[in-house]
């Protein structure tokens, strides 16, 4: 224990009182150095969830959790580099997808990703899929690669944001998640601690989402900006829906499959909706082009092929085969059962239990239920059935890909199960709730 | 870790929903066997602090701290067995002069007590302040004792709600000890886990208290007496004044010698009234005699010496000299420096900040700061100024009983300055503000 006593500022966090952005800064420091015990950095995180944290509070949080580590700057790469977020959703392969899109638009994607945890895919996860692919890439490699390619996801290391690890592991194991203000620091530090030009945020909103509407999402939104704005960078979120699963695929190599295939130019849909939407919000944000005219330039880079070629080099840069492209069958792995999902009712699709399904392809091995878990990136769903869409009970609405019968005969019932129908028609829901940005 | 996850018991908390009794047991069990770490249960008592506990929570946290250890059962000693406890203040030495006072009523005092912590002192601190007194009694000698001389307190042991000393640990380091119901639980658990007829709780109110007005402390009492109520106990509450110091003396050896001077009957005022009047408390609840008459005999054992007689008994029945009685100056250790504490103003003595005057004395040497730190008996301060009283700018209210000159001189100046003094007339605070009982 260091000399310094944490309890004065827990004490005026838990009376609702504001807590000087000096202490935060100390408690935050101290307990990742170590110097302060898990039990009071718990309370005072129990006190934060159930006092809140004003925006000066949450700022001091997140400049601590950059302050810990080291930052990522590749310098000037000739292109404006975009990063994007996702707050987690299931069936989200929109990185896959916009990371080589915006490349082919003249613009630099540079993300540093995480892995898949709870119901929620992880992009790091998804590109393991891909034989070969390295995601350990050092600051150089990742120079290089932007320069020449115009797009590098590479996964967290120990030196970025430390003390957002040690305190988001505590949080898991203390029931303190939920909390706006420390979901946005422990997001934005992982933002601002990398060098980018613009900051786009994709705030999940519905069922399968950590926050379960559009109202609750835009909190976070705000949140995030806010610190945005404190910290001088420019950044974006769009509140988007996650009510069902945004594409077909959940899983590994199924989801590298259906961004191909995007990528292709072959598949429409929302993933497809939401990669070009984002991908033009990028290039407004950095080039300062009109929405219709961004919008129709992402348009083209998919039909043209620019975006795939990009998808192409960007997967050989990282050690995968380019072949993948023309190939995904023969070079992403495949399930060994195969089994059709058959739909329990007849009706128009009303609600996905979007959670359920990204909790079945956890089960089936596509996830962790905790961290450290082996991901098998074989397994996974199609489900292919959309809110709106009318279905008949017994007819296929997907495919589970699973290690053997019996698993998946209950994720297939699992499945059908999470689904609800209703008589009458049903409307889909908007893609894209809301867009605000900042600076 | 056990399979058990705490983390829905504390969301329930967290969401301000009631936690099943069940789940309270099982994460207050588990942490004090190790199961639970620190960062899940301060997050959990946090969570509670914040939210409340209603009277089936604190039931339940309650039993759980008894279960966790072992009980203190004497079986029939021959007597109504009465245990008393103080919620902590400064002067307070009633349970010196309450003990032998109802040993010489006719009735047991059997009391397991606690050491001295911040600014209030503990009755086993002030019982060591007597050469060769004992602490560390176990039940069979307990047992004996009583059935002889009528009163025994003795040092609460490792096997006694081990729980609770677990929690009460960690809300000390985590900052959460204010609270009304995780208070009372403690409080009732070292109450409940040793057998008795009646259970007597002095709750203090004021600046030298934990609560610091009557209003908190009715709640701490009422909180207290449901515990009691579902425990099928019999238990009585009082409301009593800490404005100011209850004695005159603070300081383990200082207050002894105070003691044994109102078991003389030579000495008036708080301590000695407030004696009598749980004393008498005591009576009627035990026995059923009607109040006037439970006071008068209280005041007659005191006047009678046949109080005093009991402590002699009971100071030699634990290892120490009778002969303390007569002799307190030639036998009670005496400090090396004695300075005169001088009036800062003159006036009425409006107020007195009782929780600094506790602090003078225990940077002093006559406290702890941390558990675990070494007392010294012989150190302390006299305050002879009550509030009302009038004062003269430069004339004596008191004395240093110090180490060493320059210590002493800190202390005095302020103590001094610890006092308000006002020009009108201040009328003196009432020393009971209520009492409430039950079963």
Known sequence: ?????????????????????????????????????????????????????????????????????????????????????????????????????????????????????????????????????????????????????????????????????????????????????????????????????????????????????????????????????????????AITDMSQPLGTAIGNALEVAEAIEVLHGRRDGRLRDLAVWLAARALTSAVGIGPDEAAAAASSALADGSALARFAAWVEAQGGPALVIDDPAGILPRAAVRLPILAAASGFVSTVDTATVGLVAQGLGAGRAHRGDTVDPSVGIVLTAKIGELVERGEPIGTVHARDAGSAEIAGNAIAASLQVAAEPVAAPPLVYGWSEEG
């Open 1 to 237: 224990m260091s000399g310094w006593d944490p309890r004065p500022a827990i004490a005026l966090k838990r009376s609702g009182s504001r807590v000087p952005a000096e202490d935060i800064e100390r408690i935050v420091l101290a307990y990742a150095r170590g110097e302060v015990a898990d039990g009071p950095m718990a309370a005072f995180l129990m006190a934060c969830v159930l006092r809140g944290m004003d925006a000066g509070e949450t700022d001091a949080m997140t400049r601590a959790f950059i302050a810990s580590g080291a930052s990522v700057t590749l310098g000037d790469v000739g292109r404006p580099v975009v990063d994007k977020h996702s707050t987690g959703g299931v069936s989200d392969a929109v990185s896959l997808v916009f990371a080589p899109l915006v490349a082919a638009l003249g613009l630099a994607c540079v993300k540093v990703s995480g892995r898949a945890l709870g119901h929620t895919g992880g992009t790091i996860d998804k590109l393991e899929a891909i034989p070969g692919f390295r995601v350990d890439l050092d600051i150089e490699q990742m120079r290089r690669q932007v320069e020449r390619v115009g797009c590098v996801i590479t996964s967290q290391t120990p030196e970025l944001v430390p003390a957002d690890g040690a305190v988001y592991a505590l949080r898991d194991a203390t029931g303190t998640v939920e909390s706006v203000p420390l979901i946005a620091a422990s997001v934005m530090a992982k933002k601002l601690a990398v060098a980018s030009d613009v900051i786009l945020l994709d705030v999940k909103a519905g069922s399968g989402a950590f926050m379960r509407d559009a109202a609750a999402a835009a909190q976070l939104a705000d949140a995030c900006l806010a610190i945005a704005r404190a910290a001088r960078r420019r950044a974006g979120a």
